[in-house]
């Protein structure tokens, strides 16, 4: 039950960080999807790099305690769930008209 207690909050915390990033870019990595004439789609990978850094700073902390083998599956799962997630949100992507 914890670890169910656990996840949930490590996945909002994630889903968080990707959405914080997808607005707000620190880095301004781009990557030029698809464009057209009058329209351009990025893809804006901020909070995507933020969230797998959170992600290992949370592995890692694991680690130091010794708890990586019982914490590190439910961590990895909240990372993917709140990946998936964000992309099906279109957390990142931005269309821009000329």
């Known amino acids: 039950m914890k670890n169910?207690?656990?996840?949930?909050?490590?996945f909002a915390l994630f889903l968080i960080v990707f959405a914080a990033g997808s607005l707000f870019p620190p880095f301004h990595i781009e990557r030029v999807v698809?464009?057209?004439?009058?329209?351009?789609?990025?893809?804006?990978?901020d909070g995507l790099l933020l969230m797998l850094g959170l992600y290992v700073v949370i592995v890692v902390i694991e680690a130091l305690m010794k708890r990586l083998g019982a914490?590190?599956?439910?961590?990895?799962?909240?990372?993917?769930?709140?990946?998936?997630?964000?992309?099906?949100m279109k957390f990142g992507f931005i269309t821009h008209e000329v």
């Open 34 to 45: 698809t464009t057209t004439p009058t329209l351009t789609h990025l893809f804006v990978a």
């Open 4 to 10: 169910f207690f656990l996840l949930c909050l490590q």
């Open 71 to 88: 914490l590190a599956s439910w961590t990895t799962l909240a990372f993917l769930l709140a990946a998936v997630f964000g992309l099906m």
